[in-house]
């Protein structure tokens, strides 16, 4: 399996970003890391492994970036505003530099599906809701959708339109609408075990139905807890049964 390490200096973030590619051939997969996590957490972790069998033959061409929590949401030094700026400069970087790289590295435009667990699958589910111009799916694990759960108070403007509980109730642009109706890969999983949040996932799920938009809600029975074991179950589950 191919397994390739690159970086750049990101002019959005100011600051060196790496990228790990894994398969050379497959539906583009663009992994969000959790917490203050890295770009190789997901190999620590073995879900690359669990999921293996699918790069090697071909059905999944995967991408694992870097996170900037530490620098926003997850930094208590910052100030609310302080926070929301750098996210926005993350989403930047994501759609003004980690696409193109992707479509350079796949010889053209391709379909991106976004992934992530827990706060990486927020960060997956954000970017596909603000711009499935550029996706075309997304596959959230044991998130919650709604910023307000880690803007300790913080709210202004660019915090409601990065927060998918709050903008997509009001989303009537048909366009974009008729855009995230066009996508067959929007699903979110989660376990009803310690420390996950299944009510997240159903609360998302009814906002899409009342948007028309068709998704999965895929919840987990109580023994999968908010952890390692459940995603390296939950996301070859998936891509064996559903993509």
């Not at 109730?169 to 609408?177: A, E, K, M, R, S």
Request: net charge negative; aromatic share 14%.
């Amino acid at each position: 399996m191919r397994r390739e390490l690159m970086s750049w200096w990101s002019p959005n973030l100011d600051r060196t970003m790496e990228i790990v590619a894994y398969g050379h051939f497959g539906q583009a997969l663009l992994l969000f890391p959790s917490a203050a996590a890295d770009y190789l957490e997901y190999e620590r972790f073995h879900l690359i492994e669990s999921i293996a069998p699918f790069i090697e033959a071909g059905r999944v061409k995967v991408y694992s970036i870097n996170s900037i929590n530490s620098e926003s949401w997850l930094n208590d030094r910052l100030f609310g505003r302080q926070k929301i700026v750098r996210h926005q400069q993350y989403n930047q970087y994501i759609v003004d530099e980690v696409v193109p790289f992707i479509y350079r590295d796949c010889d053209g435009p391709t379909p991106i599906i976004t992934s992530g667990v827990s706060l990486g699958a927020f960060h997956a589910a954000n970017c596909f809701f603000r711009r499935p111009d550029v996706f075309d799916g997304v596959i959230a694990m044991s998130g919650i959708y709604d910023l307000k759960s880690y803007s300790k108070g913080y709210y202004d403007e660019d915090c409601y339109f990065n927060s998918p509980m709050d903008y997509l109730p009001n989303l009537t642009d048909q366009y974009w609408l008729n855009l995230l109706r066009s996508k067959h890969t929007v699903s979110f999983l989660s376990g009803r075990g310690n420390y996950e949040d299944p009510a997240a996932s159903e609360a998302i799920g009814r906002v899409l139905s009342m948007k028309g938009i068709p998704h999965d809600v895929d919840l987990w029975g109580r023994e999968w807890s908010h952890d390692w074991p459940t995603w390296r179950a939950m996301l070859p589950h998936y891509l064996g049964t559903r993509l």
